[in-house]
């Protein structure tokens, strides 16, 4: 599977080698120029080093160097992640392309050169999507629910995760459908998708459609790649 992790401190690269220990093809995104996360040039500043000492802060799989002293510097704990970045065979790609613009890379036609790159979508509903609400659909008078379902606790869950501010609350909302389903409905946490890059579904032909298609493969077809 095609894994895209955003984020190149220590948590998006040890994410990303477990992955690759595990088969998958892995691209780290950042937005800043160097691996480190918090410890990148950008956010460092002179005189930091570590509050931990350096056996506590170093990967459990990759000890820091013997010459690195009891607390680090910031410089130090960089070049050691970008150590654990290339020994571990990760590919990383620093770019300014955040969460953001990779969501306008899903549809957008006045940019076909994102066609079939990296994208990501985050809208609810009925559709298949990768925003885990049931807005649209299980809310009180959603434009896609066929019958009168209706449940205030969930419409006050559905409007605290599409209005709200506070991350939880798209937890809140998909663990509630998880126990209290009230039709033969699969909604799920966490959803990725992954396609060979030869299967297209009707025009345009930019793997987005896909999203779309997944229940009428009758529109897939495969591509000379
Ligand atoms: C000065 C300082 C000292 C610290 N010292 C210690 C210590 O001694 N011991 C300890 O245990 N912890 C320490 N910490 C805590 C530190 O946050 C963690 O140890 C660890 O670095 C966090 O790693 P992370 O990968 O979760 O996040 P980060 O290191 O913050 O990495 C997140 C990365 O994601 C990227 N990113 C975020 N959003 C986007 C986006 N939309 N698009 C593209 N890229 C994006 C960022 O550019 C960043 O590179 C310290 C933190 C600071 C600030």
């Given at each position: ?10 948590a998006?690269?040890a ?10 093809e892995?691209?780290v ?13 950008t ?8 509050q ?7 990967l ?5 160097p ?11 704990v960089?070049?050691?992640l970008a150590q ?5 065979g990760?590919?990383i790609?620093l770019q ?10 899903y549809?957008?036609?006045?940019s076909?050169a994102?066609?079939?790159?990296w ?14 609400t049931?807005f649209g ?6 434009s896609?629910?066929?019958?009168d ?9 559905i ?16 663990s509630?459908?998880?126990?209290q389903?009230?039709v033969?409905?699969?909604p799920?946490?966490?959803y990725?998708?992954a396609?060979?890059?030869?299967i297209?579904?009707?025009?345009p032909?930019?793997f987005e459609n896909?999203t ?5 493969p009758q ?7």
């Open positions: 599977m095609r894994v895209a992790i955003i984020g190149a401190g220590v998006g690269l994410t990303a080698k477990v992955l690759i220990q595990a088969g998958h892995v691209v995104f950042d937005k800043t120029p160097d691996v480190g996360g918090v410890w990148s040039r956010r460092r500043y002179p005189g930091l080093t570590t931990s000492p350096k056996a506590q802060y170093s459990s799989d990759f000890p820091m013997k010459s690195y002293p009891e607390w680090p510097t910031g410089e130090q960089q070049a050691y654990y970045a290339a020994q571990a990760i590919h790609t300014a392309s955040n969460f953001d613009s990779m969501l306008e890379n549809v957008d036609p006045e076909p994102n066609d079939d790159k994208a990501m979508e985050d809208f609810g509903g009925e559709t298949d999507s990768t925003y885990p049931q659909f299980l809310n009180t008078g959603g896609g629910q066929i019958g379902f209706s449940n205030p606790q969930a419409d006050s869950l409007n605290a995760s599409v209005t709200g501010s506070d991350p939880a609350a798209v937890t809140a909302e998909a509630y459908f998880t126990s389903v009230p033969l409905w699969q799920v946490l966490d990725t998708w396609w060979k890059t030869n297209s579904a009707t025009e032909q930019a896909l779309q298609y997944d229940n009428t529109f897939w077809y495969l591509t000379k790649s």
